[in-house]
């Protein structure tokens, strides 16, 4: 977050890196699907286009906001004080609705109903598994990375989903914004929204667990030096 830029840009800087990011997630997902009948081959072009778009994303955008784009990420800098708590609820707010906001426009670009609910089965304890990992190991990305190559972080978080979006059964959502997002499409990329909640506790554990651990790894003054 940039201080020199009003409250007012930080949330429109976020609401619309979440909503790019959201219609990037979705109609590469659409597109895939449409283009192939094989899942690994649509799941791939998901990918690239999801992590490309992050790259994007933040090297633009993280000068204004920080670039968060995710609630946990949020949750995360404001605990380390690097986000007002005054802010954190507005910056959510606005990363969840531009996510809701990219779900419409990518039905909307591909013709679909705007408005649809997911019946893609994303439940177990494998999956929130995945969750946690996939959070712990993005929060934890991105700690490492302004510890010691703040330049590269983009490309960090970009390569860090790509790669787990192969290496994890959930697909890597790490995200709550975009978990909700994603349950409003009946598409490649959808979750149940019944399925949710235990996504949004798993990131959120998966984003706590990683906070300590890099307080500790990483010898960050304000931890313990244990």
Not at 58 to 64: A, E, Q, S, V
């Amino acid at each position: 977050m940039n201080a020199a830029f009003p409250l007012s840009r930080q949330l429109t800087a976020e609401a619309l890196g979440t909503l790019l990011l959201v219609a990037t997630v979705v109609g590469s997902g659409i597109m895939a699907d449409s283009l192939t009948d094989d899942t690994a081959l649509a799941l791939l072009g998901n990918t690239l286009a999801t992590g490309a778009i992050l790259v994007v994303l933040i090297t633009i955008l993280g000068p204004i906001s920080g670039a968060h784009f995710n609630p946990v990420v949020s949750m995360i800098f404001a605990i380390r004080r690097e986000l007002p708590s005054s802010s954190l609820a507005l910056y959510i707010t606005a990363q969840v609705l531009g996510g809701i906001a990219g779900t419409v426009l990518a039905h909307g670009m591909f013709a679909l109903p705007l408005l649809q609910t997911s019946e893609t089965v994303r439940f177990g304890g494998a999956q929130w598994l995945s969750e946690a990992t996939a959070t712990f190991g993005l929060i934890f990305t991105i700690l490492a990375g302004i510890r010691f190559r703040t330049d590269a972080v983009a490309w960090l978080v970009g390569l860090y989903i790509t790669a787990a979006y192969w290496f994890t059964a959930s697909t890597a959502f790490a995200n709550p914004a975009v978990a909700i997002a994603r349950s409003l499409t009946h598409t490649f990329s959808g979750i149940r929204p019944t399925d949710l909640p235990g996504f949004i506790v798993a990131e959120i554990l998966g984003a706590l667990l990683a906070l300590i651990f890099a307080g500790w790894l990483l010898m960050r003054r304000d931890w313990s030096n244990a």
